[in-house]
């Protein structure tokens, strides 16, 4: 049974419940959708759905270590929702300066078709969580956005370094990227300066 049929029996239930039905199989391409970070065992690299997953993981465990304003569940549901748009708009490298000319507009169209396909309010929901990760204008959403920050270093310092080794990413490049995480939490940032600097020490980093 194919996914356009299981939307219809859905459909024919209630017209929200398969607008719902047809949102939740859009999103199982997410699972298809490649990063550049390696798993901690250096296997293969994550999917984005797992990076959503261990994002979720991570709040929740990282909860203590946050600052009383930041609100947790909802953080959770930010880290859910920031990455959908990698269906359509692909994974782009962090350290990919062509790739982010027009990444905001390629998210944006994004965002647009898929939280459409929802009904009408439930769109507005999750669009507005998205929105309110990429705007970064609350605690929560800062400290949503350090961790997604944090956990690719954490990723990369476990596996070897072989996505920075790769791509000859310099201290340089790492530090100024990923200086947000500062404002999102500062034992974080602290985190992963040290990792920067075991990095270089370790030869996985260039030292520029």
């Known amino acids: 049974m194919n996914q356009d049929r299981v939307v219809a029996i859905a ?14 199989l859009e999103i199982d391409k997410l699972k298809g959708v490649i ?11 994550e999917n984005v759905a797992e990076h ?9 465990t990282l909860a203590p270590h946050a600052d009383p304003e930041v609100d947790v569940v909802h ?5 859910l929702v920031h990455d959908i748009v990698e269906i359509d708009a692909g994974d782009t490298f962090a350290y990919d300066v062509k790739g982010h000319e027009d990444k905001a507009q390629r998210e944006a169209d ?3 078709r898929i939280f459409g396909l929802l009904p009408s309010g439930q769109d507005a929901e999750l669009r507005a969580l998205w929105d309110e990760y990429e705007q ?9 956005y350090a961790c997604d920050r944090l956990q690719p270093m954490l990723l990369n310092i476990s596996s070897g370094g072989e996505s920075w080794r790769e791509h000859g990413i310099q201290q340089s490049q790492v530090r ?18 040290g990792i920067i600097q ?7 980093l260039g030292g520029n």
């Open 11 to 24: 459909r024919s239930v209630d017209k929200d419940f398969g607008q719902r039905i047809s949102f939740l």
């Open 35 to 45: 990063r550049r970070s390696r798993l901690v065992d250096a296997s293969r690299l």
């Open 52 to 60: 959503s997953w261990h994002l979720a993981m991570m709040v929740m």
């Open 75 to 79: 953080a959770m549901k930010l880290l």
């Open 110 to 112: 994004a965002a647009d």
């Open 136 to 144: 970064r204008a609350t605690p929560t959403a800062r400290f949503a």
């Open 176 to 193: 100024a990227y990923n200086q947000p995480i500062e404002q999102g939490a500062a034992e974080f940032w602290q985190l992963a300066q």
């Open 198 to 204: 075991e990095a270089v020490r370790a030869g996985q």
